[in-house]
C-alpha cells in the first residue's frame, strides 16, 4: 500500500494505483482527453499533468503509478499553465466552427477549454485546407479536427486506421491515405463513439427523414432496434440502461412519424426462418455450422476477409432488412396504401446498418426495402429539435401488427440474445415439446467466446456466440482448420453486441453496456410471450401472406445471398 498526499489530503490506495485513480477516490478531479477507461493509457495529450510538491517537476496522472511518501498537486500555477498550453496547441491546429459541428456540446476538447477559458484564436486557414473523407454511407472522417489522441486507433476492429507522417503533418490515417470506402473498413463505427471531439462521426440523415415527414405524399414508418430502448435515456441525461421504451414510442410520434413499429416483431420473423434454416440444414444434411447473418459490421468482415467461408452464413436477411421488405408488401396491402408511398426509417445502434440498406440486393419489395437509418444519437438529435420533454412525456404503445414482438425478439440486442431466442423456438419446433427453463445462461454475458449445448431428440446440439471481430476470426480460423464441432453460431460484430454499438450515446463505456444488457433481460422476464413462434402477429403474417417459413415468398423477402 502507499501513503500518498493530493492537494493536501491524505490517502492509502495500494500499489500500482495510478495518480488519476487515486484523485479520483478523493474526489479530485483531473482532467483527460486522450485517457479512455475502457482502452489502453497513452498518455500522449499530457492534459492530466500534475506535479509532484517541492521537485518542480510534472508527471501524467493517466499513466504514472503512485509511489509510498508521494506529495502530488494538482492546481498550482505550473500544471495549470500546463494544462492551458496542452489546450492551446491543439487548438490551434483545430478548426473553431463549435457552433456547427456535430460534437457541439458533447466534445471533451470544447468542454475542457470552456473549463480553462482558453481564447486564443488558431490558424484556420491551414486547417481547413485539409479534406473531409464522407465517401462511406455510415462514417464521416473529419482530419481537420482530429488531436490525435489514438483512441480510434486503438479501438478499430480491423486496423484500417494507422499513423503517418511526422512533426506538423503527422495524422492518423488509413494506409495509403485512402478514403474509408476504398478500405476493409466495416463501418461498426466504434472510433466514432471513442473519438473525444467532432473527427469522427456517423452520417447525419436526419434532413431526409425530416423530408420525409415533411412531404404529404408520404406515409412515413419508423422502427426501433432492441438495444436502442435501453440506451437512448443516456441522451437526455436518464440513468443508464433504463428501458424508455413508451417514451421513445410517444417522442417518434410527436415528431410525426405515421405508424411507430417495432423491430422485434422482424427479430421473431427472423427467428422463424433461422430456425427452419437450421433445422433443415441438420435434417439433409447440408453446411454446417450455420452462423447468424443479421449483424453488417460482421457480414462486411467475413465478405472482405473470409469470402471462402461465406457458404456458412445463414441465408437469412437482417432483422432490420426482413422489415424493410414486409414494411413496403404486406403492410400497404393491409394497410390499402399505395407501397410507392411507404418511407420506411430504422432507428439502429449501428452506424453499418446504414451501409447493409444501400447493399444493391436490399430491393426485394420492388423498392429500397429500407429508406433511412438513422443512429441512436441522430433520432435523440431530432428528439432535442422538436423540443420534446423525453424524460416528461407520457409513454405510448406500438402500432399494430408490425409492433407486436416477443421477449426472444428483444433480447437480440444484447450478446447471445440471437443464440437463446433461436434455441427457444429451435427445441419446442423440433420436439414439439414445451421448453421449460428459457433462460440459456451459458451464451449470457461479456465473455468474448461462450458455448452452450442443448438436445434435441436425443442429439446434442452444441452452440457458441462471438461477439467483437477478433473473437469472430477465432471462431472462423477454426472452422478453417476442421477444428469446429459447434452446429450454429452467433457472431455480432460489436462488442458487447448492439447495446454496445457504434452509433450508441457518446460515452458508452463497458460499465454501461453491463447495465443495459440486464435491462435487456429484463425487459424479456417481463414480456407475457417469450418465444417467436408464439408471436401472434407473425403468425398471422405467415397465414395471410407468407406462407410457412422458407416457403417461395419468404424466400423472395426475407433471404439473399452475401457476395464480396
Ligand atoms: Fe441489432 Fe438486429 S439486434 S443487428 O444488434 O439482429 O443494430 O439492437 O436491430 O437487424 O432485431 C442492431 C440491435 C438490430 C437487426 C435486430
Known sequence: YCNVIIDNKEITVPEGTTILEAAKKININIPTLCYHPDLSIKANCRICSVEVKGKNKLVAACSTPIWDGAKIVTNSKLVRDMQKGVLELILANHPQDCLRCIRNGKCELQKLCEIFHISKSNLEDEVDALEVDSSSPSIVRDHRKCIKCNRCLEVCQESILSHAHRSIHYSITPAFERKLMDTLCVFCGQCSSVCPVGAIYEKDDTQKVWDAIHNKDKHVIVQIAPAVRVSIGDEFGMDAGKKVTGKLVAALRRIGFDKVFDTDFAADLTIMEESSELLYRIENGKT?????????????????????????????????????????????????????????????????????????????????????????????????????????????????????????????????????????????????????????????????????????????????????????????????????????????????????????????????????????????????????????????????????????????????????
Open 288 to 564: 454446417l455450422p450455420m452462423i447468424t447473418s443479421c449483424s453488417p459490421g460482421w457480414i462486411n468482415f467475413i465478405e472482405g476477409n473470409f469470402e471462402h467461408l461465406l457458404k456458412y452464413l445463414s441465408t437469412c436477411k437482417s432483422p432490420q432488412q426482413m422489415f424493410g421488405a414486409i414494411s413496403k408488401t404486406y403492410y400497404p396491402k393491409i394497410m390499402n396504401i399505395d407501397p410507392s408511398s411507404i418511407f420506411t426509417v430504422s432507428i439502429m445502434p449501428c452506424t453499418a446498418k446504414k451501409y447493409e440498406a444501400t447493399r444493391k440486393e436490399m430491393n426485394s419489395s420492388g423498392f429500397r426495402d429500407i429508406d433511412v437509418v438513422l443512429t441512436t444519437r441522430e433520432i435523440a438529435r431530432m428528439i432535442k429539435s422538436s423540443c420534446i420533454d423525453f424524460e416528461g412525456i407520457q409513454e405510448e404503445e406500438f402500432d399494430t401488427p408490425l409492433g407486436i414482438s416477443t421477449g426472444a425478439g428483444v433480447i437480440f440486442g444484447a450478446t447471445g440474445g440471437v443464440m437463446e431466442a433461436a434455441l427457444r423456438s429451435v427445441y419446442e419446433i423440433a420436439t414439439g415439446m414445451a421448453l421449460n427453463n428459457l433462460e440459456f445462461i451459458g451464451v449470457r454475458g461479456l465473455e468474448g467466446i461462450k458455448e452452450a449445448s442443448i438436445n434435441i431428440n436425443g442429439n446434442t446440439i452444441k452452440v457458441a456466440v462471438a461477439h467483437g471481430l477478433d473473437n469472430a476470426k477465432k471462431i472462423l480460423e477454426m472452422i478453417d482448420k476442421g477444428k469446429c464441432d459447434y452446429t450454429f453460431i452467433e457472431i455480432m460484430c460489436c462488442p458487447g453486441g448492439c447495446i454496445g454499438g457504434g452509433g450508441q450515446p457518446i460515452g458508452t463505456t463497458l460499465e454501461i453496456k453491463d447495465k443495459r444488457i440486464q435491462s435487456i433481460y429484463k425487459v424479456d422476464e417481463e414480456m407475457p410471450i417469450r418465444k417467436s413462434h408464439k408471436n401472434p402477429a407473425v403468425l398471422k403474417l405467415y397465414e395471410d401472406f407468407l406462407g410457412k417459413p422458407l416457403g417461395n415468398l419468404s424466400h423472395k423477402l426475407l433471404h439473399t445471398n452475401y457476395n464480396p
